[in-house]
C-alpha cells in the first residue's frame, strides 16, 4: 500500500512540475509518519505476546514438574522453585493487566492463557505429607531429616509425647500431621502458605498448627530445662574442661525483629544458661535490645532463684588444692556484674595495664566456656532456620514461645543423639555487648581470684609434664 502511494506521487510530481508533486510527496510521508508507528506497534505486541505465551507455558511446565517430584526434591528445592513460580505468575498476570487490547488489534493480539493459579488445599490423604509418608517408610529414610531436620525414629518418639495433647487441640487434624507442619516451617522458615500445600490445609489452619504445637513443646518439654534437677551431671561435665564446681555458662543471643518498636537492627534479647554438652539449662526470652543485660539478668527467675530465695546453687563447696573453698558457681559474660556465684572474666582498666599468668589463666578457660553459649545458639539457628529470620514487628508477641520451642527441641535432639548441625550455618555477627561498669562485688572477686591460682597451677603443672615428657623422649 505505501509503496503504490508513493510510486503515484513520484509520477505526477516528474509530470506535472514542482507545486503538485511536492503535495504528493508530503502526503505521502504523512502516511508514513502515521501508518509505520501503527505497524511496528502490531508487530511489538506480537513479539510481547509470543514472549508471554511462552513464559507461562514455561511456568505452568515448572509447577507440573513440582507437583510430580515434590517427594524427592529436597525441600529447599522445592520451597525456592514455589517462590519463584509464583513471582513470575504474578508478573505475568501484572504485565497483562497492563496491555491494552482494542477491537482492532483483536486478529493480532491473542492472550496468552492465564498462568497457574496457587494450588488449593489438598485433602490429608492426598497431599505432599501423605505420598511422603509413604514413600519414605523406612526408618533412617535421609529424608526425614532433609524434611524435619530429625530422623524418623526422634519424630516418632516425640509424637508418642506430644500425641495426647495435640489430638485435644486440634482434633480435625491428625497429631503426625499438626507436628509435621508445625516442624516444617520450624526447620526451613517457610511461609504458612508453603506449609498449607503440604499438609492439605489453609494458611489459617497452617499457623494454628504451628502455635499448638510450639505450646504443647513448651508445656510437656519443658523439664529438658534441667538446670533445677540434673545439676551433678552438670558440674561433673565442667569439671572435664578445667571448671572445678562450675554449674553453668549464663550468655545472651539476639534475634532480630524489624519494625519501628525496636528501632533500627532491633532484636529480642534472650538469655541463657548453657551445659557443658551445648544443652540449655534455662532460657529467658523476650527482653528488648534497648535494655541492658544486667537489667535482664535482675529481673530473670534465675536471678530470683539464686540471689533472692537461695532455690539454686546451694550445693556443697569444692575444695582446692590449695584448701580454698569454691562454692558453686556459673560463668557470665563481661557485660554482667562480678558476683559470688557468677563469674566474669577479667577486664583490663586501661590500655597499659596487662593481666597477669593466673588471670590470663582464668580468662582461657571462661573464654573457652563461653564459646559453649554462642554455639548453643547457633547450632539452634541452624537447625530451626525459621529463628534465623528477622520477624515482623506485628509477630513480637508470639517469638519468645518459638525461641524457647526451639530450644527445648534442641536439647530432645541431644537425647536422642542426633547429629549436631553446624554450627557455622546458623551464626549470624553480633555486636558485642559493653562492658559492665558498676561496682564489683568483693566475694567474687576472692573466689574468682581463688580460681584462678588454681588454673594457673594447674595449667603450670600440665606445662611442666609436657616438658618432662619431651625430655624423656629424647633424652635431653
Known amino acids: 500500500m505505501f509503496g503504490g502511494a508513493g510510486g503515484g506521487g513520484g509520477g505526477g510530481g516528474g509530470g506535472g512540475g514542482g507545486g503538485s508533486g511536492n503535495a504528493v510527496i508530503n502526503i505521502s510521508s504523512g502516511k508514513r509518519k502515521t501508518m509505520e508507528p501503527q505497524q511496528g506497534e502490531y508487530r ?15 511456568t505452568s511446565s515448572a509447577y507440573s514438574f513440582l507437583l510430580q517430584n515434590d517427594v524427592v526434591l529436597l525441600p529447599s528445592q522445592t520451597l525456592t522453585l514455589e517462590s519463584q513460580i509464583s513471582s513470575v505468575s504474578v508478573s505475568l498476570s501484572t504485565l497483562l ?3 491494552p487490547n482494542p477491537k482492532s488489534l483483536q486478529p493480532i493480539f491473542v492472550a496468552p492463557p492465564p498462568p497457574p493459579p496457587p494450588p488449593t488445599p489438598q485433602p490429608p490423604q492426598q497431599c505432599w505429607f501423605q505420598r511422603f509418608l509413604s514413600d519414605a517408610s523406612a526408618d533412617y529414610d535421609s529424608r526425614w531429616v532433609d524434611a524435619f531436620h530429625m530422623s524418623k525414629p526422634s519424630f516418632t518418639l516425640l509424637l508418642r509425647l506430644l500425641s495426647p495433647s495435640l489430638q485435644a487441640s486440634m482434633p480435625s487434624l491428625p497429631p503426625n500431621y499438626t507436628l509435621a507442619a508445625a516442624l516444617f516451617r520450624l526447620a526451613h522458615g517457610a511461609s504458612y502458605r508453603s506449609v498449607g500445600r503440604r499438609f492439605g490445609l489453609d494458611s489459617a489452619g497452617a499457623c494454628r498448627a504451628f502455635y499448638v504445637v510450639c505450646k504443647v513443646v513448651n508445656d510437656k518439654l519443658g523439664h529438658m530445662f534441667e538446670f533445677r534437677s540434673d545439676i551433678g551431671r552438670i558440674v561433673v561435665g565442667f569439671g572435664w574442661i578445667s571448671l572445678p564446681n562450675c554449674c553453668g555458662v549464663l550468655g545472651f543471643g539476639k534475634f532480630g525483629v524489624d519494625g519501628e518498636l525496636l ?6 534479647m534472650v538469655q541463657a544458661l548453657v551445659d557443658s554438652e551445648g544443652r540449655f539449662l534455662d532460657v529467658s526470652a523476650g527482653w528488648s535490645s534497648k535494655l541492658k543485660p544486667d537489667t535482664i539478668l535482675h529481673q530473670s527467675a534465675l536471678f530470683s532463684g539464686v540471689d533472692e530465695s537461695r532455690e539454686l ?8 588444692t590449695d584448701g580454698n573453698l569454691i562454692p558453686q558457681y556459673i560463668l557470665g559474660d563481661s557485660c554482667l556484674p562480678l558476683l559470688p556465684w557468677l563469674l566474669t572474666p577479667y577486664v583490663r582498666s586501661s590500655e597499659e595495664d596487662s593481666l597477669s599468668s593466673s588471670e590470663q589463666a582464668f580468662n582461657f ?6 564459646g559453649l553459649v554462642s554455639t548453643a545458639f547457633c547450632r539452634v539457628r541452624a537447625r530451626w532456620q525459621l529463628l534465623a529470620k528477622r520477624w515482623k514487628e506485628e509477630c513480637i508477641e508470639f517469638f519468645p ?3 524457647v520451642t526451639g530450644c527445648l527441641l534442641h536439647n530432645f535432639l541431644i537425647k536422642c543423639s542426633e547429629p549436631l548441625p553446624d554450627e557455622n550455618a546458623g551464626c549470624s555477627k553480633e555486636g558485642e555487648l559493653p562492658i559492665y ?3 564489683m562485688n568483693e566475694s ?4 574468682r581470684d581463688a580460681l584462678a591460682s588454681h588454673l594457673s597451677r594447674a595449667d603450670d603443672s600440665v606445662s611442666l609434664a609436657a616438658r618432662n615428657t619431651v625430655k624423656s623422649k629424647y633424652n635431653v
Open 444 to 447: 567474687g572477686q576472692m573466689i
Open 401 to 403: 514461645f518459638v525461641i
Open 263 to 268: 528501632g533500627k537492627d532491633g532484636a529480642l
Open 97 to 99: 493487566s497492563l496491555l
Open 313 to 320: 546453687l546451694n550445693g556443697p563447696p569444692f575444695e582446692l
Open 44 to 58: 511489538n505486541r506480537n513479539h510481547l505476546t509470543q514472549l508471554l505465551s511462552t513464559l507461562t507455558s514455561t
Open 437 to 439: 561498669q558498676g561496682k
Open 365 to 370: 578457660v571462661h573464654s573457652r566456656g563461653m
